[in-house]
């Protein structure tokens, strides 16, 4: 099972975002037959099958083996992932289709976020070692010192790139997101 699932086709998206799929894509984070799926939402075997059906359609979900019972084959299923990123190109962007440019707008931090989520989409999972940091911390700027702090912040960064920006050894992509934190975000 891979831990994440990142969508970028409509089909998988608009197959996963009903909440009767989603609660049963839950139960199959572990294998589970349709039956004891049906059990425990207390639904009926065939109604679970046919959600079953439609997210293994959509690559969603996998049969992972099957089972004799009775003289009927049941087939065993488990979620092809723990957890399901969908892509912000889903939506598409609304308006004009450009990059914003300028570094310090809001705009221009949703474009590189949506950059690095699918970069680490991308990342073959399965290798023994992938190299990787998240830092995040909060700080606090008095509004006469921004100017000083971005300039530091800046200052920094292109340090890091001249002294580590050479032609040898393993490529690492930097992303740095500095936003103001919401009165009422979780601490």
Not at 44 to 70: D, F, I, M, N, S
Not at 137 to 156: C, K, M, N, W, Y
């Amino acid at each position: 099972m891979r831990d994440v699932l990142y969508l970028e086709a409509r089909e998988q998206a608009e197959t996963l975002l009903k909440p009767q799929r989603i609660e049963v894509l839950r139960q199959l984070a572990e294998p589970r037959t349709c039956t004891e799926v049906a059990a425990r939402l207390d639904q009926t075997p065939q109604r679970v099958y046919y959600h079953v059906k439609q997210l293994v359609a959509a690559g969603l979900a996998e049969q992972v083996a099957q089972r004799q019972v009775r003289g009927i084959t049941e087939g065993i299923y488990q979620a092809v992932a723990r957890s399901y990123w969908l892509s912000p190109r889903l939506v598409g962007r609304i308006g004009a289709g450009r990059r914003v440019r300028d570094e310090l707008s809001l705009g221009y931090l949703l474009d590189l976020m949506e950059e690095v989520q699918a970069d680490i989409a991308a990342l073959d999972r399965a290798a023994p070692e992938l190299p990787s940091i998240g830092v995040s911390g909060e700080i606090r700027v008095p509004a006469e010192r921004r100017q000083e702090f971005l300039h530091d912040l800046q200052s920094t960064l292109r340090d890091l790139f001249t002294r580590y920006g050479g032609a040898e050894g393993d490529p690492f992509k930097l992303a740095v997101a500095c936003y103001p934190k919401g009165d009422n975000a979780d601490d």
